[in-house]
């Protein structure tokens, strides 16, 4: 790649989360000269504050996700916490098929799965009910604590000589012969020989601004966490609509939907109150851990995730320039991390994914998408609902 201006860098990723990060990451363990933009702090967003699930056999990048996450302490050189296998329990026999289609999607994969009653779920849950009768044990998959994990691919970038700059809010792009050739910020502007746009919330809006209309709406994401209990046997539980883990402490870390969907958001941070949803899901935490009920919250998190209109990411050449990547994971970014950032890599350095076809995270399967496609799916902020 041609050398750049002291100011610049080779690639610029705008955006300090996970999936920028890791993205750095790659590049720099390759000798790329890299240079992160974040407009607030690494990982301060949803990537350091959600269930640390990395269990996602509905993408492409799985395989590649479930290669690497058991590697990723020994190639940052920095603790995740990363756990393997997830029990999924079954509360309510409507949730049976919902679950069953979620684990033969790993099983078409080559993953496999258990089936267990009662007192096996109990056995590894014991926090768990004595009336739950089903469950299922994925021999994938895992999770890992969220913000151990964003500051180790930080550290890890930095060690490689990666740069980040925070608190440094994008404010447009320099545009010559089909190339993206500096991002201009209020902290300065820098030349780049390639860009990637990986910013949560505000990478549609990025992506507007080189003439890309990629489709995402915001949504408040809840997390709630609990006092300390002791350890289970098995830390990933999912279930009642949850997902989320146990930490090490002992902590219930979960959350889980519906999303209150916000308006368009802009450049700036959004505001993140809590909702009445924090009841919901410690309502619900109390349905699926029973033997907790009696435990106390003792903090939360409202933060902002980005959906596009079919829920699956996208990570594609923006159209008009050949050195411009855009990526959303659709509101599932922390599991697939380390998969895509190594794909993002590829399409960088070798102009195609070495591991998976990423043709089904094309920008061009929403051409023809109707302007009111939020409006027809419901995704609303409460008052315009």
């Known amino acids: ?3 750049t201006k002291k100011t610049g860098a080779s690639v610029i990723i705008i955006g300090g989360g996970v999936t920028g990060l890791s993205t750095a990451w790659w590049l720099a363990r390759g000798g790329v000269d890299v240079l992160v933009l974040e407009k607030g702090i690494v990982g301060w967003e949803a990537s350091g504050r959600n269930g640390g699930g990395c269990t996602h056999p509905q993408s492409p990048l799985f395989p590649e996700e479930q290669r690497l996450w058991p590697q990723m302490d020994e190639l940052l050189g920095y603790p995740t916490e990363h756990q393997q296998h997830r029990l999924k329990i079954v509360l309510h026999e ?3 098929e919902f679950m069953l289609g979620w684990v033969r999607m790993g099983e078409k ?3 496999h799965y258990d089936t267990l009653d009662g007192k096996q779920i109990r056995e590894l849950a014991p926090l768990a009910g004595d009336t739950v009768e089903r469950g299922y044990l994925l021999k994938y998959g895992g999770h890992a604590n969220p913000q151990r994990t964003s500051q180790a691919y930080a550290w890890a970038l930095q060690d490689l000589g990666g740069r980040i700059l925070q608190h440094c809010t994008v404010t447009g792009f320099d545009t010559a012969g089909g190339k993206v050739t500096g991002v201009r910020t209020d902290r300065g502007d820098f030349g780049c020989d390639h860009v990637v746009i990986a910013a949560g919330p505000q990478t549609g809006l990025l992506a507007e601004m080189l003439g890309v209309d990629l489709p995402v709406a915001s949504g ?7 006092e300390p209990l002791p350890a289970m046997p098995m830390s990933g539980v999912d279930g009642n609509g949850l997902y989320g883990r146990q930490t090490l402490r002992g902590n219930l870390v979960y959350g889980g939907g519906p999303h209150e969907w916000l308006p368009p958001v802009d450049l700036k941070t959004p505001p993140k109150p809590s909702s009445p949803l924090l009841r919901n899901i410690g309502r619900r935490l109390m349905e699926l851990f029973p033997k907790a009920a009696h435990v106390r919250m003792i903090r939360s998190w409202s933060g902002v995730i980005e959906n596009t209109p079919d829920g699956r990411a996208v990570i594609d050449w923006i159209p008009g320039f050949d050195n411009a990547i855009v990526a959303t994971m659709s509101s599932v970014g922390f599991g697939l991390s380390p ?3 190594h794909a993002i890599r590829d399409l960088i350095v070798d102009g195609a994914c070495s591991f998976a076809d990423l043709s089904s995270m094309r920008l061009d399967r929403f051409a023809g998408l109707p302007k009111d496609w939020r ?3 419901g995704w609303l902020p409460p008052v315009a609902a």
């Open 109 to 111: 994969q080559g993953f």
């Open 339 to 341: 998969a895509s950032g």
């Open 375 to 377: 409006e027809a799916q």
């Open 94 to 96: 409507s949730d049976v």
């Open 1 to 3: 790649m041609a050398e």
């Open 220 to 226: 408040r994401a809840e997390m709630i966490v609990t």
